[in-house]
T-cell receptor, first 112, second 116 residues
């Protein structure tokens, strides 16, 4: 059975801190790993990672995939209160159209 | 444009009611998905449609009936639901090319369902 594990499950930091969120996966026929941010409604897409060792960056957020060790990290630098959310990691397996296997998420709280 | 729309935003129904959730996308995506999300849990896959055909049903009870009338629309028909079916129902879409890096799923805002 496919499995995605995120850690920590919750994290409280102060504004301006840097955080690292972890995601490990055991997925047959792995294709890609995705990171989403979820506030009150639907998950919003952050990154898709398919190749190992290539960092994806968007502003203060960055992410990288290690296909040998089967994990990914999401870094957020200079955190702001607006970064408070649940960050979900999800893996895609198979080909074409397959559902996402989600981890339980990391609930990140940024205190002013 | 990466917009997926869902209606209604909120729905309250009794256990004997029949209702439908609707999802629409105009990104030319040929794969569409229904997920169920309970409070403080990640989304769980329910159904996948690929090129308007049901390709995955994750052992969902028959009181949930999906329908894909065309490549832009996805419905979820609800009948005789139970209170434990109360959840956020999310629709998503993606390309279905099978090419690595083109599988990003874009989510709609969801329908928050309460079954009384």
């Amino acid at each position: 059975e496919d499995k995605v594990v995120q850690s920590p499950l919750s994290l409280v930091v102060h504004e301006g801190d840097t955080v690292t969120l972890n995601c490990s996966y055991e997925v047959t026929n792995f294709r890609s790993l995705l990171w989403y941010k979820q506030e009150k409604k639907a998950p919003t897409f952050l990154f898709m990672l398919t190749s190992s060792g290539i960092e994806k960056k968007s502003g203060r957020l960055s992410s990288i995939l290690d296909k040998k060790e089967l994990f990914s990290i999401l870094n957020i630098t200079a955190t702001q209160t607006g970064d408070s959310a649940i960050y979900l990691c999800a893996a895609i397996s198979g080909g074409g159209a397959d559902g996402l296997t989600f981890g339980k998420g990391t609930h990140l709280i940024i205190q002013p | 444009d990466t917009e997926v729309t869902q209606t209604p935003k909120h729905l309250v129904m009794g256990m004997t009611n029949k209702k439908s959730l609707k999802c629409e996308q105009h990104m030319g995506h040929r794969a569409m998905y229904w997920y169920k999300q309970k409070a403080k849990k990640p989304p769980e896959l329910m159904f996948v449609y690929s090129y308007e055909k049901l390709s995955i049903n994750e052992s969902v009870p028959s009181r949930f009936s999906p329908e894909c009338p065309n490549s832009s629309l996805l419905n979820l028909h609800l009948h005789a639901l139970q209170p434990e079916d109360s959840a956020l129902y999310l629709c998503a879409s993606s390309q279905a090319t099978g090419l690595a890096g083109e599988e990003t799923q874009y989510f709609g805002p969801g329908t928050r369902l309460l079954v009384l």
